[in-house]
């Protein structure tokens, strides 16, 4: 095959952020980024819209229909594809440290120790974590929230009154995320490797071996194969057994040199989007390794931060740390 | 890459006057805009358009360095800072009068997002020369930050007499034998006595004057202190490097700070290094000069440092 085969790069449409983009995503069909700056960008016009004001957009979710964001000014803001916005929460100038969309509407934030869980109806539950939230995941069935902090995470129901189940593990916990078929729970630690627990027995998995933080996940639309960053390529965990990927080595996609910042698994095809520290982006098909380019290295434009599918995986948006962005739409 | 931003850390036992420098330093017309990062958020009017609130979560890494904390709090701010670039051109972290320097500086070193994006510029201390002496015997958290600084602000010097000045800096300099320390009333100091220190940089460690050292054994500190040495002649680095490593990894919790210049056998250049606890830097610089001693000068700042031993094992290792 010839170069110009093998690569996407001609189908890619350049979008000028001009802010760090925390997220890229498809609301529904829409395209939306997200940018450190206080800045949403939603539709193919381009429309700029500033759900927090003058203030500064720290973390972000989205789901098919509502785009969550959590800023500087201590509030959390639902914005739909037609613009409007409302806000879900206040918290008066704190910084929002992590937010995360549930099922059925529910939403849930925190800053520093206090996780606030808010369902579809607008009931609002607090829960004080033992040290800071540093991520949050609503589990795939019933209103049960992950939350990740230091020496372990802990499993919340937030209508219940019974304390949130505590899962132990010595060291700083990042971000968590649950299995799709809500089996197991992984998060990812301050010391450059992901840890896992079996939820039906707490049996723990270690997964190391990398050489910096993992900060970004993605499971595969099947549920089996956990795509992970913070190496030389794409670590990509198999979870399809019963054992998880303990005792399995991980594949590995897109070995480069440079460091994988980004994943984003297609959402029909086990085909993984890779975004790397020096801009580059490629696509990998997990059956045999197959790669194509979607944006060439350009160092000057950052790390790739947020990749998102459109739903039927025709589409991909992306951005970067310094303010580049683009979709690219499939032949 | 863009020029890592600087970070002045900021301590000092409460009522020192730290958060009276502070607004000193964001109110100075300098041009600058800081990025603040302060505890107990809102209670205490902070001059600046960017504040953040921090809680001080201190974490052990888990990498079996029982020694090596970092501040968790402090690593998701700077990330979300740094997501701002164009808002700030420094950070400035003032930590509680209780707090230990010890995990923020260690977290500059650590961690490798904040490290790529970030350098530690100094450690500065603000004193309370009227009190001193009572906190000294009171609060060992005041020890460790005289011990960590590189710059002491010796404030409220209005407030005692020639002699007990004298008498407060000698007890500074019984525990930290290479600080720079300013006199001051009301915190009333040059900012660039405090700010672009660039401490924690290895090429900035032009001199270390552990002579001053001979005439403070009146006030020799029991549980902390400074060990000062200075040797004429050249050191071998095949000896001298296992034994800095060994010794740093063995007496890591006792050693908070340490710096060296040193003569190695053969070499042109000066060798510098610094440490934090167990994490050790080093490198060579410029070459001596003509006219310069070629000797070997180390400061180690720590609880329960053997003096006589570690005289003993550098003495062993030179040429």
Not at chain 1, 209 to 225: E, L, V
């Amino acid at each position: 095959m010839s170069e110009t085969q093998e690569s996407l790069t001609q189908r890619v449409e350049p979008i000028h952020a001009g802010a760090h983009v925390i997220a890229a995503r498809f609301i529904g069909d829409e395209l939306a980024l997200v940018l450190a700056d206080g800045v949403v960008i939603i539709g193919s016009h381009g429309t700029r819209l500033h759900p927090h004001g003058e203030a500064g957009i720290l973390v972000s979710a989205a789901d098919d229909t509502m785009l969550l964001t959590g800023g500087d000014d201590g509030k959390i803001v639902y914005t739909r594809v037609d613009g409007s916005a409302t806000i879900l929460g206040d918290e008066k100038g704190r910084w929002i440290d992590a937010v995360a969309i549930g099922a059925s509407g529910a939403v849930a934030w925190s800053t520093g120790k206090k996780v606030v869980a808010r369902d579809g109806k607008g009931g609002l539950k607090e829960w004080l974590a033992p040290t800071t939230a540093q991520g949050l995941a609503f589990a795939p069935k019933g209103y049960r929230l992950a939350v990740s902090h230091y020496n372990g995470a802990s499993l919340w129901f937030p209508n219940t009154e019974g304390k949130p189940e505590m899962r132990e593990w010595k060291g700083s916990h990042l971000d968590v995320t649950f299995s799709p078929d809500g089996r197991f729970l992984v998060t990812s630690m301050q010391e450059n490797t992901l840890h896992g627990w079996r939820l039906a027995d707490g049996k723990d998995m270690r997964m190391s071996g990398y050489p910096s933080k993992t900060r970004s996940f993605a499971w595969s639309h099947d549920g089996y194969w956990l795509a992970t960053s913070g190496a030389d390529a794409a670590i990509i965990w198999p979870f399809k057994d019963k054992d998880g990927p303990m005792g399995k080595a991980p594949r590995e996609c897109g070995v480069r040199h440079s460091k994988v910042s980004a994943v984003a698994f297609h959402p029909r095809a086990l085909v993984v989007a890779i975004g790397y520290e020096d801009s580059c982006i490629l696509l990998c098909r997990l059956t045999d390794g197959a790669e194509l380019l979607v944006r060439p290295a350009k160092q000057e434009e950052g790390r790739v931060t947020s990749m998102g599918w459109s739903k039927a995986g025709h589409r991909m948006i992306f951005g970067t740390e310094e303010g580049a962005a683009g979709v690219l739409t499939l032949p | 890459m863009s020029e890592k931003i600087p970070v002045t850390v900021l301590t000092g036992y409460l009522g020192a006057g730290k958060t009276t420098l502070l607004n000193r330093i964001l109110t100075e017309p300098h041009g600058k805009k800081f990025a603040v990062i302060v505890n107990e958020f809102g209670e205490i009017g902070i001059d600046n358009d960017l504040v953040v609130g921090a809680d001080e979560e201190v974490f052990e890494m888990n990498n079996g360095c029982i020694c090596c904390t970092v501040r968790g709090d402090l690593i998701r701010i700077i990330e979300g800072l740094m997501k701002r670039k164009g808002k700030f051109d420094a950070i400035i972290v003032e930590t509680t009068g209780l707090a230990d320097p010890a995990p923020v500086a260690q977290t500059f070193f650590v961690d490798e997002d904040v490290s790529a994006r970030a350098r530690l510029d100094a450690v500065i201390t603000v004193v309370d020369a009227r009190w001193l002496k009572d906190q000294l015997k009171d609060a060992p958290e005041v020890k460790n930050q005289i011990a960590f600084a590189d710059v002491i602000v010796l404030n409220k010097i209005d407030l005692v007499s020639g002699e007990e000045l004298a008498d407060v800096e000698k007890s500074i300099r019984s525990i930290n034998a290479y600080a720079t320390i300013h006199k001051t009333t009301r915190s009333a100091v040059s900012l660039d006595a405090v700010l672009g220190k660039n401490a924690f940089d290895l090429d900035r460690i032009l001199d270390i004057a552990p002579e001053f050292l001979e005439d403070v054994h009146v006030h020799h500190d029991d549980t902390m202190q400074s060990v000062a040495l200075t040797l004429s002649g050249e050191i071998d680095p095949e000896k001298f490097m296992p034994w800095i490593n060994e010794f740093t990894q063995a007496e890591g919790p006792n050693i908070l700070r340490c710096k060296g210049i040193l003569a190695f056998k053969d070499e042109p250049k000066r060798f510098v290094f610094q440490g934090v606890h167990m994490i050790l830097d080093g490198d060579l610089q410029r070459e001596w000069k003509p006219d310069e001693v070629r000797q070997s000068k180390m400061v180690f700042i720590g609880h329960h440092l053997n003096r006589a031993a570690i005289e003993k094992a550098v003495e062993a290792c030179r040429v």
